[in-house]
């Protein structure tokens, strides 16, 4: 559906990237890079997407799917 206020009229999407902490996450940063990388990927996949971070070495923890 359309939003329409007097600031803005249009719609909105959202695109999520999921990332789980790991053993192999030494940091935050680390974290936030990978679901970074999972961001972009659902972006790249369309409009109202998420993904999760997919390392070959985690299979198990690869998923995507559509919202709304």
Do not use: C, M, W
Not at 27 to 40: I, M, N, T
Not at 53 to 58: A, G, I, K, L, N
């Amino acid at each position: 559906s359309t939003i329409d206020t007097p600031q803005f009229r249009g719609r909105v999407t959202i695109s999520i990237g999921v990332a789980v902490r790991g053993r192999e996450h030494a940091s935050p940063k680390e974290l936030l890079r990978d679901a970074d990388e999972a961001l972009y990927a659902a972006k790249d996949a369309g409009r109202n997407t998420y993904r999760f971070y997919r390392d070959e070495r985690r299979d198990d923890l690869a998923g995507a799917g559509r919202l709304g």
